[in-house]
């Protein structure tokens, strides 16, 4: 492994309270160094990264995206979607389980792990299911599972209808120190509505899911994770309701955790037309009041982390209309130009943002602890990004096979300029400014690319 100065940055490191502008140096795949002005010559690099005017800290982590294989390669593979990951600042992916066929067994388990070691550009991680085949019957072997590297368990898109069953679940998750990934929707509530229930919807005369499709489920497995002292995730929160539960959770001491998306915290059900199907996704997007509490939320440290739920369709699976497109949106690539949105606005705090990329999630899953740290000799997951960067989405620019992104079009301020997974390059921009060899001659953004090892 080649060793790397990283020079000139804004270091933030969130879990030790660290802002600095300084030069981190990178040397063996892990952190070997950070100050101001480190020698090169003395430390022996062998490529130098110019990151003046730019931020660096720990690589994103991103509790839930939909890698789709096995299964479902004409939407994505583990190979397009960790670029995708790469592109956009992401080290480290939880891949959910809902493939063809599901992950519900060691086996599954370990084949999505190696093929991440043979394809993927940065760490999967991957989440088994809860029952098999997702039918909410038979619980899994959750033994089975964990030993063979699942991160957590979840019946990703719907949830466990049966409450005894979800409660047998949790009682043996506990014991195993598995946490469970929830999607809390009450089935008989949302039935066959495809946004937001309320006047938008009756105006535009589209089926609604109301909040208390997510609430009501809520309050059930909050409920069930109290008594059985189970660790419970909740995914993708979007109402102002959600927000109000996991407050009296946390009150009363429950092990609950919780994330969001981008999409949630920055659009509402105000920007459906009806057409535009890749603003459909579920949950659907709420109200301004519901987005204003999710902030809020984020703000506290009350959500933990942001997730994208990446989730990549083809265009067969987005057309003929919003009400039979499907639910989902891609969304890697374009998260931090989307959150520091809100930075710019003076929604949320740049800090706060870091720490809910990095150190917030690296603290959900008791597997992933070791990362979203910039501590020396911690793992050198390395994420650098220009806030100020102008650049436009164009489908035919990004890395992921689903190009079902509401912001294709649109200019975002904010780019990734380099992502570094175990002290190897995963992703650089082309603009990058680097040196390399015993002279420091300059290369080029792809020259470096080239240069380096992939990760695994």
């Known amino acids: 492994m080649k060793t790397i100065l990283i020079r000139g940055g804004r270091v933030i490191d969130p879990g030790r309270r660290l802002d600095m502008t300084g030069d981190m140096l990178v040397r063996g795949g892990r952190i070997a160094g950070l100050g101001k002005d480190l020698d090169m010559v003395a430390r022996g690099a062998d490529i130098v990264i110019s990151a003046a005017g730019a931020i660096v800290c720990p690589g994103f982590i991103d509790l839930h995206v939909h890698l789709r294989e096995p299964g479902f390669e004409k939407k994505e593979t583990i190979a ?3 670029q995708a990951a790469a592109r956009g600042g992401f080290t480290s992916v939880c891949c959910m389980p809902n493939t063809r066929p599901s992950l519900d067994s060691a086996s599954r388990i370990e084949r999505v792990k190696w093929i991440a070691a043979r394809d993927g550009l940065v760490r999967v991680f991957p989440i088994g299911t809860i029952t098999l085949g997702q039918q909410g019957r038979d619980l899994v072997v959750f033994k089975d599972l964990a030993d063979a590297g699942a991160v957590a368990v979840s019946e ?7 409450a005894d069953l979800l409660r047998k679940a949790m009682s043996i998750c506990q014991a ?15 039935k066959n509505g495809v946004m937001n229930e309320g006047d938008k919807a009756a105006q535009l005369g589209l089926m609604g899911i109301p909040a208390q499709a997510e609430t009501a489920m809520m309050k059930r497995d909050i409920e069930l994770a109290a008594a059985t002292g189970a660790s419970l995730h909740i995914a993708h929160v979007s109402t102002a309701g959600s927000v109000a539960l996991l407050r009296e959770a946390s009150k009363a001491g429950i092990r609950v955790t919780a994330e969001v998306t981008p999409h949630h915290l920055s659009l509402t059900e105000d920007m459906i037309n009806g057409e535009n199907a890749n603003l459909k996704m579920n949950p659907p997007l709420r109200t301004e009041r519901d987005r204003q509490a999710l902030l ?15 989730a990549p369709h083809s265009a067969v699976d987005k057309a003929g209309g919003f ?12 998260a931090l130009g989307v959150l520091l949105g809100l930075v710019h606005r003076g929604e949320l705090a740049l800090l706060k943002l870091v720490e809910r990329l990095t150190y917030g999630p690296a603290h959900v899953f008791p597997a992933l602890r070791t990362l979203g740290s910039l501590e ?4 050198a997951d390395i994420t650098v990004f220009d806030a100020g ?7 035919g620019g990004l890395a992921s096979m689903g190009r079902n992104n509401p912001w294709l079009g649109e200019v975002l301020r904010g780019k990734v300029l380099v992502t570094m997974v175990a002290g190897n390059v995963a992703y650089v921009d082309e603009k990058v400014h680097a040196w390399e060899g015993p002279r420091c001659s300059p290369v080029s953004g ?11």
């Open 80 to 82: 397009t979607g960790t």
């Open 156 to 162: 990703d898109g719907r949830s466990v209808v049966d």
């Open 176 to 190: 195993l120190e598995l946490p469970i990934s929830d999607h809390c929707e009450d089935p008989t509530l949302s």
């Open 296 to 310: 809020q939320a984020v703000d506290e440290g009350l959500i933990s982390a942001i997730a994208t739920d990446h």
């Open 323 to 334: 009400e039979n497109a499907a639910f989902g949106i891609s969304g890697l690539e374009t």
């Open 376 to 379: 020396t000799g911690s793992p």
């Open 389 to 395: 960067t102008e650049w436009i989405v164009d489908a």
């Open 446 to 456: 792809k020259q470096l690319m080239q240069s380096t090892e992939m990760p695994w």
